[in-house]
């Protein structure tokens, strides 16, 4: 059982935009920041975007991330198949002084 | 660039004892904190534990304290992950990782490649 709550699955159509979404807690998502992480099958897994919106060097712009509360969004526009992953969100526990993950949300690209 | 290596994938027995390893170039063992990530077989990530490079000092998942060692060799840039007594419930891959910047809760930026443990009778 993950600490933060992703749904499991989502789909979308080539150039479409679609949402992930990821829900915490006051102790997580409440008081600190929110990262994301793309892990294409068989791969570690990548840092997509962190604290909140930012993007490492090389991920496209396409990808952008927001917070409000205790939830956070990872949002791919102009959808592509090599966008076909697993996507993680991160953030801090301050009750476990430690990261906690989302379960991970499984992105078919129809 | 940081590089992360770990050592290759193991199969053991229940009771039997492990060490994994991850050997980062560059700078990448020299400030930021040092991870090690669980992901069982088709499951989500779990912080096992993390070790703090200027100083040694490890803080552990309370639900891996007790279970794993995690420890640091800086003369030679290598993290360990280490079990005395496997269980079949360790079956896993396991990453190390460094935070991308400093700071106490800095994101998990650079991964290893994973290490494969399988732990069966």
């Known amino acids: ?110 | 660039e940081v590089q992360l290596v770990q050592s290759g994938a193991e199969v053991k027995k229940p009771g039997e004892s492990l060490t994994i390893s991850c050997q980062g170039s560059g700078n990448s063992f020299d400030n930021y904190w040092i991870y090690w990530v669980r992901q069982m077989p088709g499951t989500g990530l779990q912080w096992v534990g993390r070790v703090n490079p200027e100083d040694s000092y490890v803080t552990y998942n309370p639900s891996f304290q007790g279970h794993v060692t995690i420890s640091l060799v800086k003369s030679t840039n290598t993290a360990y992950l280490q079990w005395s007594t496997l269980r079949a419930s360790d079956t896993a891959i396991y990453y190390c990782a460094t935070a991308l910047y400093g700071g106490n809760k800095a994101p998990i930026g650079f991964w290893g490649q994973g290490t494969l443990v399988t732990v069966s009778s």
């Open chain 1, 1 to 110: 059982q993950s600490v933060l709550t992703q749904p499991p699955s989502a789909s979308g159509t080539p150039g479409q935009r679609v949402t992930l979404s990821c829900s915490g807690s006051s102790s997580n998502i409440g008081s600190n920041s929110v990262h994301w992480y793309q892990q294409l099958p068989g791969t570690a897994p990548k840092l997509l975007i962190y604290s909140i919106n930012q993007r490492p060097s090389g991920v496209p712009d396409r990808f952008s991330g927001s917070k409000s509360g205790t939830s956070a969004s990872l949002a791919i526009s102009g959808l592509q198949s090599e966008d076909e992953a697993s996507y993680y969100c991160a953030s801090w526990d301050g009750s476990l002084n430690g990261p906690v993950f989302g379960g991970g949300t499984k992105l078919t690209v129809l």
